[in-house]
């Protein structure tokens, strides 16, 4: 079965094209032979040049939250300060506390981003040798200025900086190297739009001198072989062949577009398209306002307040764009679900096709 394309705009899964799903179905072949080595080879570079690092890039056969745990198991070790702001950059301390380590969560109110100043605060009064946060908070299509957090945590030369990027890799600037990030993963469904099913991680070579020294890492997570393991074009455990067939496809892809830069600058243009939209046009009128403030808004996730006293809820505007027009956006997600509704405009989706989009929901609204 097939649909068109450019109707689905979730927050994740993201819409695959046609050409990077077909890319799955080709043969078999010996995950430990010199093929799946040439695969990965090709693949090198271009995760590289996506995560702007000059470090390996780990594929796992696992969804981001595995990485999140990794990211725990060999980046903490006693105590983590978990920066939240939304139910995903959460999920990290949840991991974090069954993980056995000591938490100090500090929590924002929904739509705020963490600011430079109030990490150094926090990290300061914590008393923690690591710093959990996520880049783009899914949940509340806010972008935690990650840039600007870094030097903060650096200036503690023994505090690991751990970033959740799943929706922002991709998707918007994530210089991994050059901001000093010690460990950043991301999940394929997201601005990679490809199927779910991968998860793909860096690791600073500090991240892995400590990992060397914790003896709680388990065995699936542990880092020190998936380094070990990419160094000679290999994963440590059974690959997704299949998966890692459609990734070779999307870098391709990320190629031909021009880059990796290009890909974000697209992004950017979706977001600002849905900012006007919001702020001078349709929006406005119907009462629409974002969630978070101007200049701390996901290029990737934009999460929208309805009016307050308006007739439709977060899950009745998604299930009416459905029933009325065949497009598939997001409700709210957990304590924002009644009052907001979140668009995914990620992966291979374009300008054009937003406008389209932002005109069926104007029609939406109206009927209400």
């Known amino acids: 079965?097939?649909?068109?394309?450019?109707?689905?705009?979730?927050?994740?899964?993201?819409?695959?094209?046609?050409?990077?799903?077909?890319?799955?179905?080709?043969?078999?072949?010996?995950?430990?032979?010199?093929?799946?080595?040439?695969?990965?080879?090709?693949?090198?570079?271009?995760?590289?040049?996506?995560?702007?690092?000059?470090?390996?890039?780990?594929?796992?056969?696992?969804?981001?939250?595995?990485?999140?745990?990794?990211?725990?198991?060999?980046?903490?070790?006693?105590?983590?300060?978990?920066?939240?702001?939304?139910?995903?950059?959460?999920?990290?301390?949840?991991?974090?506390?069954?993980?056995?380590?000591?938490?100090?969560?500090?929590?924002?109110?929904?739509?705020?981003?963490?600011?430079?100043?109030?990490?150094?605060?926090?990290?300061?009064?914590?008393?923690?040798?690591?710093?959990?946060?996520?880049?783009?908070?899914?949940?509340?299509?806010?972008?935690?200025?990650?840039?600007?957090?870094?030097?903060?945590?650096?200036?503690?030369?023994?505090?690991?900086?751990?970033?959740?990027?799943?929706?922002?890799?991709?998707?918007?600037?994530?210089?991994?190297?050059?901001?000093?990030?010690?460990?950043?993963?991301?999940g394929s469904q997201k601005a990679l739009a490809l199927p779910p099913g991968l998860a793909l991680g860096v690791a600073s070579p500090r991240l892995l001198e400590r990992a060397k020294t914790l003896p709680d890492r388990g065995i699936y997570l542990d880092l020190i072989p998936y380094d070990e393991n990419i160094r000679k074009k290999q994963t440590p455990y059974t690959p997704a062949l299949s998966l890692i067939y459609a990734l070779e496809a999307q870098m391709n892809r990320i190629a031909a577009e021009g880059g990796i830069e290009r890909r974000w600058a697209r992004h950017n243009a979706m977001r600002e398209r849905v900012e006007r939209w919001v702020a001078k046009e349709a929006g406005a009128k119907l009462g629409l306002s974002y969630l978070p403030r101007e200049g701390r808004r996901s290029w990737t996730v934009s999460c929208l307040r309805l009016p307050e006293g308006g007739k439709l809820t977060g899950p009745q505007v998604a299930k009416a764009m459905d029933a009325k027009h065949g497009y598939t956006i997001g409700a709210g997600y957990g304590k924002l679900k009644e009052a907001t509704i979140r668009i995914g405009h990620m992966g291979d989706h374009t300008v054009a096709e937003v406008e389209k989009l932002l005109g069926a929901l104007e029609e939406v609204l109206k009927s209400a």
Not at 69 to 82: H, Q, T, Y
Request: aromatic share 6%.
């Open 1 to 186: 079965m097939t649909a068109p394309f450019g109707k689905f705009f979730l927050p994740g899964p993201t819409e695959v094209l046609p050409e990077v799903a077909q890319a799955q179905a080709q043969p078999m072949i010996g995950h430990r032979g010199a093929k799946t080595e040439a695969l990965l080879g090709r693949l090198e570079q271009p995760l590289k040049d996506a995560f702007r690092t000059a470090n390996p890039v780990y594929i796992a056969a696992t969804s981001a939250t595995g990485l999140m745990e990794a990211a725990i198991r060999n980046g903490v070790r006693k105590k983590v300060l978990c920066l939240v702001n939304g139910d995903f950059s959460g999920r990290f301390a949840k991991i974090a506390a069954a993980c056995g380590k000591e938490v100090v969560r500090e929590e924002i109110p929904l739509g705020q981003a963490f600011e430079a100043a109030q990490v150094r605060e926090l990290l300061e009064k914590s008393g923690a040798d690591a710093v959990t946060l996520a880049h783009s908070e899914t949940s509340a299509g806010v972008l935690n200025p990650v840039g600007e957090i870094a030097p903060v945590v650096q200036a503690r030369p023994d505090v690991m900086l751990l970033v959740d990027a799943v929706t922002s890799l991709a998707g918007s600037p994530v210089e991994t190297d050059k901001w000093g990030l010690d460990f950043v993963l991301t």
